[in-house]
């Protein structure tokens, strides 16, 4: 009677060894999706962010702000309150006459692409 209760305990056993196993084989995944999926809703953000602010900006300097500017290119300060929200990063304006470029330009790596607007000053 003794070994006939140790087998089911053992099987028993097994069982709770490959449900733990087949249990942890799908949340880890998910967990790293998730993970995953919060960093891009991050970049997302910081990029929406950078682009309402560098469109706000470039409206402001195509009106005439620009000509304070000497030609070539410059360190952009910028007086927006959301920018404490942006990872570090940089604003450069580059003058070359008329034409005007301002960038956004993350200092990290991670799926941080800059943010470019071109336009002609008045």
């Known amino acids: 009677m003794v070994r006939h209760t140790q087998g089911k305990q ?8 490959v449900a733990l196993g087949i249990l942890t084989a ?3 995944p998910l967990a790293y999706s998730f993970v995953q999926e919060q960093h891009l809703c991050r970049v997302y953000y910081w990029r929406a962010v950078a ?4 469109d706000g900006e470039m409206d402001t300097l195509v ?8 030609e070539g290119t410059h360190p952009y300060a910028v ?7 942006l990872p570090p990063s940089k604003f450069v304006l580059s003058v070359r006459g ?13 799926n941080e692409a800059p943010v470019v607007r071109e336009a002609v000053g008045r």
Request: glycine share 10%; proline share 7%; net charge positive.
């Open 79 to 85: 007086t927006a309150g959301a920018a404490k929200n």
């Open 26 to 28: 799908t949340v880890i």
């Open 10 to 17: 053992g099987s028993l056993m097994i069982e709770l060894v």
């Open 98 to 110: 008329p034409q005007l470029r301002l960038e956004w330009r993350p200092d990290g790596p991670r």
């Open 63 to 70: 009106a005439g702000e620009w000509r304070s500017f000497r």
């Open 51 to 54: 682009m309402e602010i560098v």
